[in-house]
T-cell receptor, first 113, second 113 residues
């Protein structure tokens, strides 16, 4: 079985400061991992994905994530937060059969001016 | 391309009523999925389909049925709605194969009174 834990349900940052969203996963095989973002009252948009190539993955809007197998982590970072980054972020692991996704509980990001 | 669309966007039902949610995609994707989103729980998979005429159960299938009569459409049915089915429902699709990004629709907000 696979599972995903997002360690913070809410994160508050000031505009221009770094953002760190933490994610730990468990999987019985080499996982594919994703980060999705959901802006208020919108659908989900892919930020980035890890599929066993480079361990540091760059995504859209300046986000990046690092896959650390020894720590079973896939934390998401951005050097400088923007007001438009206020949203909910989901860490997701993919199961091979049927490409089914298992979602973490989400981290809601608040950006203060 | 419209991508993934969902009909309706909002619906209010009384306990015991039935309804069908429609998902349509114009990307010729093989795989389609229905999720529900509840606060603090991320998205949970209800049912999915790996091709026209096929369906399979996900994590939380009870109380729902699905059909995939045409490749581009995936229908989610509630035969006898219950207040516990109050949620936001998302449809997604992706090409066949592993590790592919899922493309999400805008969601349907359902309230069961």
């Amino acid at each position: 079985a696979q599972s995903v834990t997002q360690l913070d349900s809410h994160v508050s940052v000031s505009e221009g400061t770094p953002v760190l969203l933490r994610c730990n996963y468990s999987s019985s095989y080499s996982p594919s991992l994703f980060w999705y973002v959901q802006h208020p009252n919108k659908g989900l948009q892919l930020l980035l994905k890890y599929t066993s190539a480079a361990t540091l993955v760059k995504g859209i809007n300046g986000f990046e994530a690092e896959f650390k197998k020894s720590e079973t982590s896939f934390h998401l970072t951005k050097p400088s937060a923007h007001m438009s980054d206020a949203a909910e972020y989901f860490c997701v692991v993919s199961k091979a059969a049927g490409n089914k996704l298992t979602f973490g509980g989400g981290t809601r990001v608040l950006v203060k001016p | 391309n419209a991508g993934v669309t969902q009909t309706p966007k909002f619906r209010v039902l009384k306990t015991g009523q039935s309804m069908t949610l429609l998902c349509a995609q114009d990307m010729n994707h093989e795989y389609m999925y229905w999720y529900r989103q509840d606060p603090g729980m991320g998205l949970r998979l209800i049912h999915y389909s790996v091709g026209e005429g096929t369906t399979a159960k996900g994590e939380v299938p009870d109380g729902y049925n699905v059909s995939r009569l045409k490749k581009q459409n995936f229908l989610l049915g509630l035969e006898s709605a219950a207040p516990s089915q109050t949620s936001v429902y998302f449809c997604a699709s992706n090409p066949s194969g592993l590790n592919n990004e899922q493309f999400f629709g805008p969601g349907t907000r359902l309230t069961v009174l």
